[in-house]
C-alpha cells in the first residue's frame, strides 16, 4: 500500500504490558480509526520509536526491560515533537511532575475510562498538528480527520467507521479516481474481511448519506470512484 502525507491514517504507538488493558486500548483505537501499533516493553517501544513515525505515543511507567521514563529520555533526545500522553497507576503529584518535566504533554492515571482516554487523545492529536487545519472542505461539507465527523453545515452526517474512511479517502483526491483496492486498503488495517464488493455498498450507502452535500461519487467503469463537485 502506498500512503504518503495526509492520506496516512494517524498512527499511535500504545507501550502498555498489561495484556488486558493493551489489548482494550488497541481494539478502541483501532475502531476508532487510527492505526495502531502495540509494544509491550519500553525496549520494543524506544527501537519502533528510532525507526518510524507516529503522531502519538500513548506511554505506561512501569514497563520491563525499559521503563517508561527512559522511553521518555530516550525519545525526547531525538524528537521533541511527538506528543505523549503517560497512562499510569501511580498517581502521585511527584510522578505526575516528574513525567511533564521529562516532555510528556499529557498523564491519565489508571483507572480510567475510555471515554475519557479518546478525548485526550483527540486534543493531543489536534495540538500536534499544530496550526495545519485538521478539517477537509468540499462544496458544503466539511470532514474533520482528527473527531472524524463529516458534516453538511451544522448537520452531523451518521457514518459508519467503513463509510467514514472511504469518503475520506475519496475526499483527499477529490475530483481523482481512487481505485477499490486503494479503498479496500484503507479499510484493511481495522478489518482484514473488507473484500472490493463490499467497497460497492459502502459507496452506495455513501451517496445517499451524502446528499445536499453538492459532491456526488461518480463510478468510473473499471477504474473505481471519483468524488466530484456537482455544479
Ligand atoms: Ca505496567
Excluded at 29 to 54: E, K, P, Q
Excluded at 58 to 82: A, E, F, M, S, T
Excluded at 185 to 210: C, F, M, P, Q
Aim: hydrophobic share 40%.
Amino acid at each position: 500500500m502506498e500512503v504518503q502525507g495526509s492520506e496516512r491514517a494517524l498512527r499511535i504507538l500504545i507501550t502498555e504490558d498489561d495484556a488486558a488493558l493493551g489489548e482494550a486500548l488497541r481494539y478502541s483505537l483501532t475502531h476508532s480509526g487510527y492505526a495502531v501499533d502495540w509494544m509491550r516493553n519500553g525496549a520494543a517501544a524506544d527501537t519502533a520509536l528510532r525507526s518510524d513515525v507516529f503522531d502519538l505515543l500513548i506511554l505506561d511507567l512501569g514497563l520491563p526491560q525499559l521503563d517508561g521514563y527512559d522511553v521518555l529520555k530516550r525519545l525526547r533526545k531525538h524528537d521533541g515533537r511527538l506528543p505523549v500522553l503517560i497512562l499510569s497507576g501511580r498517581e502521585s503529584a511527584g510522578d505526575k511532575v516528574h513525567g511533564l518535566d521529562l516532555g510528556a504533554d499529557d498523564y491519565l492515571v489508571k483507572p480510567f475510562s475510555l471515554d475519557e482516554l479518546h478525548a485526550r487523545v483527540r486534543a493531543l492529536l489536534r495540538r500536534g498538528k499544530g496550526s495545519a487545519n485538521p478539517i477537509i472542505s468540499a462544496a458544503k461539507l466539511d470532514f474533520d480527520t482528527v473527531e472524524r465527523v463529516a458534516r453538511i453545515g451544522e448537520r452531523a452526517l451518521e457514518l459508519s467507521m467503513h463509510e467514514t474512511a472511504v469518503l475520506e479517502a475519496l475526499l483527499q483526491r477529490l475530483g481523482r479516481v481512487v481505485s477499490k483496492e486503494q479503498l479496500v486498503e484503507r479499510i484493511y488495517s481495522y478489518d482484514r474481511d473488507v473484500g472490493t464488493n463490499a467497497i460497492e455498498v459502502y459507496v452506495h450507502r455513501l451517496r445517499r448519506k451524502i446528499e445536499g452535500s453538492g459532491l456526488a461519487v461518480k463510478t468510473v467503469y473499471g477504474r473505481g470512484y471519483a468524488l466530484e463537485t456537482t455544479s
